[in-house]
C-alpha cells in the first residue's frame, strides 16, 4: 500500500513539474513576446511622435511663410532692426516709434506683407480678427447683388473693363468674377463674424490669409464695392435726390476721377497691381466699411498729420481699427497693451 502511494505522489510531481516546465516555456516565450512587443510599440510611438513633431514644423513654417499678416513681434525690437545707425530719419523713426511704445501703449506690432494691397489688407483683417459685424447697409442689402445692378440696372457695361490687380483681366467674364468675389467676401466675413472664440477667430484668419487666391478676391470685392458706392453717389449728384457725403465731392474734384469711370480705370485697376489706396481712397474705404481708421503716420512724427482718422466724420457706434505706416504706402497693424 505504501509503495503505491509513494508511486501515485511520484507519478503526480512528475506530472507536475513536466506541466510546469511546459507551462514556464510558454510563459518565458510570452514574456519574451511582450517585451518584444512593448519595444517595438516604443519605438514606434517615438517615431510616430518624431514625425508628428516634424510635420507639425513644416506646416507652422509653410504656413507663417505663406501669412500675410505676420505675428505679433516687440514694437521698439522691431524699431531697432529697422532702423539701424545714426542718419536723421533712422533717428526720427526710433523716436516716433518711442513715442507709440510711451504715449499710445502700443507695444507690439503685425508686420503686414508689403504688396499694393497692404492697406486694405490691414483694414480688412482687422475687420476679421476683431469679429466686426457687417455694416448696417450690407446687413438691408444683399451685396451678391451689387455686380448685376451695376451692370443691368444702371447700364455700367465698362464695368468689362475692371482689372483685377496683378491679374489685369478685362472682358465680359469681368461679372462672373466679380460675382465670385463678393461670394467669397460674403461667406468669409459672415463666418469668422460669428465666430464667438477669440482664438478660433485668430486660427481662422490665420488660414485665410495664407491662401493668396481666397484673400485676393477679398481685396477685389472692397475695390468694386468702392466702385459701387461711388457710381451710386454720382447718380445721385446728377440727380440732385439727395446730398452726398463730402468725400465724394473731394473725390470727383480730382481730374483722375471725374467720374466713376475714370475712378476705375486710373485708380480701383491700378490697386493691388502698381498702386495702393490714396488719402481719399482711405476716406472712401472707412466710410463703406463704417469704422474709424486711426493711422500713425511715422514719418509726420512732430507734426498735426502724425495721428490721422479716416474718415473724419463718422458715427459715435463704428468700431476703431489703427494703421501704422512709415510711408503712406506700406501699413502695418499696431497692437496695444495697457
Given amino acids: ?87 536723421k530719419q533712422a533717428k526720427q523713426m526710433r523716436e516716433a516709434y518711442e513715442e507709440l511704445f510711451r504715449s499710445c501703449h502700443i507695444k507690439y506690432l503685425r508686420q503686414v506683407r508689403r504688396d499694393n494691397y497692404s492697406v486694405i489688407r490691414a483694414v480688412l483683417f482687422q475687420i476679421f480678427s476683431q469679429g466686426i459685424p457687417f455694416p448696417l447697409w450690407m446687413k438691408e442689402r444683399d451685396i451678391l447683388k451689387l455686380p448685376e445692378k451695376l451692370l443691368f440696372s444702371q447700364g455700367c457695361n465698362w464695368i468689362q473693363q475692371y482689372s483685377f490687380g496683378p491679374e489685369r483681366y478685362t472682358g465680359p467674364n469681368a461679372f462672373g468674377k466679380l460675382r465670385k468675389c463678393m461670394e467669397a467676401l460674403k461667406t468669409n466675413w459672415a463666418e469668422i463674424s460669428a465666430t464667438r472664440d477669440h482664438e478660433e477667430r485668430g486660427s481662422m484668419c490665420n488660414t485665410l490669409f495664407s491662401d493668396e487666391s481666397k484673400e485676393y478676391k477679398l481685396y477685389e470685392a472692397i475695390k468694386f464695392i468702392m466702385l459701387f458706392e461711388v457710381v451710386e453717389a454720382y447718380e445721385q449728384i446728377k440727380s440732385r435726390h439727395k446730398p452726398v457725403h463730402n468725400l465724394f465731392s473731394l473725390l470727383f474734384a480730382r481730374d483722375s476721377s471725374s467720374d466713376p469711370l475714370s475712378f476705375m480705370m486710373n485708380h480701383l485697376n491700378s490697386i493691388g497691381d502698381s498702386m495702393c489706396l490714396d488719402k481719399v481712397d482711405l476716406f472712401l474705404l472707412g466710410y463703406l466699411l463704417e469704422v474709424k481708421i486711426r493711422v500713425y503716420r511715422l514719418h509726420r512724427f512732430n507734426t498735426e498729420e502724425f495721428q490721422v482718422k479716416y474718415p ?17 504706402r506700406y501699413y502695418h497693424i499696431p497692437l496695444f497693451r495697457t
Wanted: net charge positive; aromatic share 14%; proline share 1%.
Fill in 1 to 87: 500500500g505504501r509503495h503505491e502511494v509513494w508511486s501515485w505522489k511520484t507519478a503526480s510531481k512528475e506530472s507536475l513539474c513536466l506541466m510546469w516546465q511546459k507551462v514556464k516555456v510558454q510563459l518565458m516565450l510570452s514574456m519574451s513576446f511582450l517585451t518584444a512587443l512593448f519595444w517595438y510599440c516604443r519605438r514606434l510611438y517615438s517615431f510616430l511622435a518624431q514625425l508628428l513633431k516634424r510635420w507639425s514644423n513644416y506646416l507652422q513654417r509653410q504656413l507663417i511663410r505663406n501669412l500675410s499678416v505676420l505675428p505679433e513681434v516687440d514694437l521698439l525690437g522691431y524699431s531697432a532692426r529697422e532702423w539701424k545707425g545714426e542718419t
Fill in 312 to 328: 473724419d466724420e463718422y458715427r459715435r457706434e463704428w468700431n476703431e481699427i489703427s494703421l501704422l505706416t512709415e510711408d503712406d
